[in-house]
């Protein structure tokens, strides 16, 4: 009963800690990603789309974004969608691909990122306590219905503990290293 459970356990925070990782990737840092416009949804033929399923991404250089549509009528709504994501960028359209420069970070606004990506990194240590919690009220349950011993649930919840530890720390590292990203100039 409990190596499967410690097992599902680390699977469900991996969960988190993938979320996380996803969260972080649509974070602007000083360097263009073409993860910045997973979001972007794009009017394309009579319903919403997400870009990457319009047209081809690419990051020519650190600060620019070229987006290459599999149809040129889309280049329009493309560059409308971009402009209006709220995510402070101004595409400029030259008939043949939309190109999005990416302004440099002002200290003010990377600071705002860094309290964001704390929040992210916040979330996910709730889901991954909450995850915990699950797991030592299972283990409590199995010993008060004499599935386990009170010793095994003692020593259960040292590994669920331990795992725990280990997720929180593997979160404080990803915080660490995007915080480093925003912050270099």
């Known amino acids: 009963m409990s190596i499967p459970l410690i097992k599902d356990l680390e699977q469900r925070m991996n969960k988190s800690l993938a979320a996380l990782k996803d969260e972080l990737a649509t974070v602007r840092t000083g360097r263009a990603s073409t993860s910045l416009l997973d979001a972007v949804m794009v009017n394309a033929y009579g319903s919403m789309m997400p870009l990457n399923q319009v047209a081809s991404m690419t990051v020519p250089e650190a600060r620019m974004i070229n987006v290459q549509p599999w149809d040129k009528g889309q280049l ?88 725990t530890d280990k997720f929180i720390k593997l979160i404080d590292e990803a915080i660490v290293s995007k915080e480093a990203d925003i912050m270099q100039v």
Do not use: F
């Not at 493309?78 to 960028?89: P, V, Y």
């Not at 691909?97 to 200290?107: D, F, S």
């Not at 860094?114 to 919690?133: D, G, M, T």
């Open 76 to 163: 329009g709504a493309i560059e409308k969608a971009i402009r209006d994501a709220d995510l402070g960028l101004n595409p400029s359209n030259d008939g043949q691909i939309v190109r999005v420069p990416l302004p440099e970070l002002t200290e003010e606004r990377r600071k705002d990122l860094v309290k964001l990506v704390h929040k992210y990194s916040e979330a996910c240590k709730i889901a991954v306590r909450n995850i915990r919690r699950d797991g030592i009220e299972g283990l409590r349950k199995a010993e008060k219905n004499k599935e386990i011993s009170q010793d095994e649930m003692h020593t259960q919840e040292k590994l669920v503990q331990e795992s």
